[in-house]
């Protein structure tokens, strides 16, 4: 049944990963998709395909485990389009719904032949050395659960405080820390990195 529903609604795949849509507002959007418009959706899962995986990535660790579980949860949210208020934002909605069956799928353990983290193109900064986008993805990986999504919605989805602690569901002084945990960790790593490429 979800494949037949991909197909239907044509996910994209790695390569559209970045990809963008025409402008038009999300409320509109919306709700067209809750009226059944599968153009529509197609704009959404566009608008936030990327955002979705580099998420699913964060707790996964896995590029093609992230690629299929953030594509499930479009389909799984496309069959939730009445529950949702074409008054409100999307992606808190839908964070919330990608976390859990990320969560979902760590506990059932499936993941196969992983791929390591750190291979993985930061921000789409493809000219950026190696090494310093190894150095990071390391250190996203080795953060704690709390600090590792603060740091993914606050720097790959430019999600504002606020919004992070809405789609958290953490106080925003804990977002607040977690965050600036989290970056001290980083920047400990980096500056570990530059020391030793400076020796």
Known sequence: ??????????????????????????????????????????????????????????????????????????????????????????????????????IDYVKKDRRKDEVPLEDVPILDTQEEDAEMKSAIWKGIRE????HREVIILRYFRQMSYQEIAEVTGKPMGTVMSSLYYAKKKLKGILEKYYAVITE
């Open 1 to 102: 049944m979800a494949e037949s529903i991909r197909t239907e609604l044509v996910l994209p795949g790695p390569n559209s990963i970045g990809a963008t849509t025409v402008c038009q507002s999300e409320k509109d959007l919306l709700e067209l998709v809750r009226a059944g418009d599968k153009k529509a959706y197609q704009s959404i899962v566009l608008r936030y395909m990327k955002s979705a995986y580099y998420v699913a990535l964060g707790f996964l660790h896995n590029q093609q485990d992230a690629l299929d579980v953030s594509q499930d949860a479009f389909i799984r949210a496309y069959r939730k389009r009445l529950t949702f208020d074409p008054e409100r934002p999307f992606f808190p909605w839908f964070y919330r719904l990608l976390r859990n069956m990320c």
């Open 143 to 146: 953060l704690p659960g709390i």
